[in-house]
Nanobody, 115 residues
Framework: QVQLVESGGGLVQAGGSLRLSCTGS????????MGWYRQAPGKQRELVAL???????NYADSVKGRFTISRDNAKNTVFLQMNSLKPEDTAVYYC?????????WGQGTQVTVSS
């Protein structure tokens, strides 16, 4: 049973920073493309950042230059460093492992940015 557990969410003022972590069971982190997604109230879930097993990354335009995705395969963990946070970044953030045709999701962590 693959498990992904997110942590690091919370309440922060605009302009602040948070670092989200997602720890996976077994070696799922190292063999998968890992993504951070977010879903704000009343909106669809959207991709924030993706890191492939080879290390290449993609970011949503709205977070480029502010967020950084990284992984530590030895710790089975993927990170999302979020800087210069804005109120519009408020959402539940989910990590996901994309392995072949299978997706695994964490339970989500709330990020709230106050103005």
């Amino acid at each position: 049973q693959v498990q992904l557990v997110e942590s690091g969410g919370g309440l922060v003022q605009a302009g602040g920073s948070l670092r989200l972590s997602c720890t996976g069971s077994g070696n799922i982190i190292s063999i998968s493309a890992m993504g951070w997604y977010r879903q704000a109230p009343g909106k669809q879930r959207e991709l924030v950042a993706l890191i492939r097993s080879g290390g290449s990354t993609n970011y949503a335009d709205s977070v480029k230059g502010r967020f950084t995705i990284s992984r530590d395969n030895a710790k089975n963990t993927v990170f999302l460093q979020m800087n210069s946070l804005k109120p519009e970044d408020t959402a539940v953030y989910y990590c996901a492992a994309h392995y072949g045709l299978t997706d695994y999701w964490g339970q989500g962590t709330q990020v709230t940015v106050s103005s």
